[in-house]
């Protein structure tokens, strides 16, 4: 393979790694706050870092960003650790934010004894008013020069949960003048009287994002935190923290931003996901319409597929929105190299061959997957009567429909070519039946050289007796909108697609009645399908992964 040209996060390396840095002292991480489930973009970051491991053969670190106890939860640090795993990557060590609360907590307490942090005892609200704006400096709040004595004092019964929540807050001594809104005195902790899915209620004190990913990161000796752009302006205030801690013989990390990656017709942001999930929109988080790694995987996408979608859009300085359609192109790339053809049909019309024997099965040979010689043979059974799709026939059609009329010739697929007679139609004008007759000289395969003749269209079948009815879910976009969630005027949620799920009955060859969860078909013409895990003994379920084309670009 062909070296990729080197994107702007490896020029960062390949720099630092010229201007001193060892090979060895590389060190990444993948910070996910334990709040909900990964998600597309998130799958970005995932293959960046990971990716990034690979490459330099450095440590990645899984970094749970632990530290607001009223959204997370263990349920999502576990599904975040299959997600990552199921796509392939192996983190050198599993750590939380929460296991460096007592370090953090010892560094603060020397920030406060040095005069770089103070206790406020105002209400959010006031401290925010005095903040000012980017273009006027803001106020100093009343308790900025407690004494040293009285700050530890109060912030000591902070810990002890001696006070209210909202009652004090303990906030870095920075600058209220700086034109970086982020470095007027931001809060480093908060007390939050709720149980934490790890320290349970041993602390009352939480430490803040900016106060804890930074020194996190100096803690694990993560030499690059990349992380998103909306970080860019909090880089000064990592550095900052930084300075208040860092040994000079230690490692310092290095934040750098990359743009957020955005797919269309979904939402890639947790807490909106939360909302589509709470709302019974969708059955969890999970559900094959979610744009989380773990709905894509019930919706049958594999690990490749996402891998392949992430490295064909790369990492950028620039937010975009990724049309869905790429990401399904990739799962169609992957799936058509890999899984096996079989026949199923989904909109039923009945086929009768008057000329083929009345009671004979004949078991055909059909091949697995043209793309793969190694995935062998199947047999299907052949009958007098089969189904076929209704949208296949048209009693008169003009000269480009290649499916069956009547007088003219089509195949059905590794089977015999077929010649439209005559139909059955009830009261009410339906088809019914549609009569045909076979030319018994033509089986796909023989080499006879009626088998070799030319017809314009092949059709996919099932045989009536033998036919499988299984249940198919059907999947369409979740969002009627391409970006639903930047429009000015609505809501996101006003934008759900009413129709996003259908579910019919379909009649499948029986070669897949031992179908397991996750395997995963191509219905020949139809698409792609994955068997669900709500399949039970008498009920096989699929999901649609993706159609065949892409209908959307008619
Ligand atoms: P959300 O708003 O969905 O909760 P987040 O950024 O708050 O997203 P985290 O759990 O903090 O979620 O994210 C872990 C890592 O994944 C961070 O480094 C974050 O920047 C990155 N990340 C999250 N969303 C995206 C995205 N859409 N594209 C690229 N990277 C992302
Ligand atoms: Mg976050
Ligand atoms: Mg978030």
Redesign the pocket.
């Known amino acids: 393979k062909e070296a990729a040209p080197l994107n702007f996060i490896e020029h960062i390396i390949e720099d630092d790694l010229r201007n001193g840095y060892k090979k060895e002292q590389l060190c990444f991480r993948?910070?996910?706050?334990p709040?909900?489930y990964?998600?597309?973009?998130?799958a970005?970051?995932?293959c960046l870092n990971f990716g990034l491991g690979e490459k330099y053969n450095a440590p990645v670190n899984l970094r749970f960003?632990d530290t607001n106890p009223a959204k997370e939860e263990q349920e999502f640090v576990d599904a975040i650790k299959r997600d990552i795993s199921w796509l392939g990557y192996e983190w050198a060590t599993e750590c939380y934010a929460s296991d460096y609360f007592q370090q953090l907590y010892d560094w603060a307490v020397a920030m406060v004894k040095d005069g770089k942090a103070y206790v406020d005892s105002q209400t959010s609200e006031a401290i925010a008013e005095q903040k000012g704006t980017p273009n006027t400096p803001g106020k100093p709040s009343p308790f900025r020069d407690r004494s040293v004595e009285e700050n530890l004092d109060l912030f000591e019964k902070m810990k002890n949960g001696e006070t209210k929540e909202g009652e004090h807050v303990l906030r870095a001594k920075i600058n209220m003048e700086s034109p970086n809104m982020l470095m007027r005195d931001p809060v480093m902790y908060r007390t939050v009287n709720k149980s934490h899915h790890r320290t349970g209620t041993e602390w009352k004190i939480f430490p803040m994002y900016d106060w804890t990913h930074g020194e996190s990161d100096y803690i694990e000796q993560v030499s690059h935190s990349?992380?998103?752009l909306e970080?860019l302006p909090h880089r000064e205030l990592y550095d900052w923290f930084l300075d208040q801690v860092v040994d000079k013989d230690k490692l310092r990390p290095k934040q750098r931003e990359?743009?957020?990656?955005?797919l269309s017709h979904t939402v890639?942001?947790?807490?909106k996901?939360a909302q589509l999930v709470s709302a019974g929109i969708v059955t969890g988080w999970d559900d094959p319409r979610m744009p989380t790694i773990s709905g894509l995987r019930r919706r049958g996408y594999t690990p490749e597929s996402i891998k392949n979608f992430a490295d064909s859009i790369g990492v950028g300085k620039r937010e975009n929105l990724i049309d869905v359609s790429h990401l399904e192109f990739n799962v169609r790339e992957d799936l058509n190299k890999k899984v096996p053809r079989i026949m199923v049909v989904l909109d039923p019309v009945k086929l009768i061959i008057d000329n083929y024997p009345e009671g004979q099965t004949e078991m055909l040979e059909a091949e697995n997957n043209q793309e793969d010689e190694s995935a062998g043979n199947r047999e299907v059974p052949f009958s007098k009567e089969l189904l076929i799709e209704r949208e296949d026939f048209k009693a008169e059609a003009n000269r480009k429909f290649f499916r069956l009329t009547i007088g003219k010739e089509v195949r059905l697929k590794n089977a015999y070519i077929i010649k439209g007679e005559s139909v059955v139609k009830d009261a009410n004008g339906n088809i019914t039946e549609i009569h045909c007759t076979y030319d018994p000289d033509s089986k796909s395969g023989s080499g006879s050289e009626a088998s070799l003749r030319k017809v314009k269209g092949t059709l996919h079948w099932v045989s009536a007796a033998h036919a499988l009815p299984v249940e198919v879910r059907l999947y369409d976009r979740l969002f009627t909108e391409a970006s639903p969630d930047t429009n000015k005027e609505k809501d996101f949620m006003e934008f759900v697609n009413p129709n996003s799920l259908e579910v019919i009955t379909g009649y499948a060859e029986p070669s897949i009645k031992d179908s397991q969860p996750e395997d995963k078909f191509q219905f020949q013409r139809l698409g792609y399908f994955v068997v669900d895990r709500d399949t039970t003994a008498d009920n096989i379920v699929f999901n649609r992964t993706v159609p065949l084309r892409d209908s959307w670009a008619k």
């Open positions: 993948f910070p996910p706050e709040n909900g990964l998600h597309i973009g998130h970005s970051s995932i960003d990349f992380c998103t970080f990359f743009a957020r990656r955005n890639v942001s947790k807490r996901l």
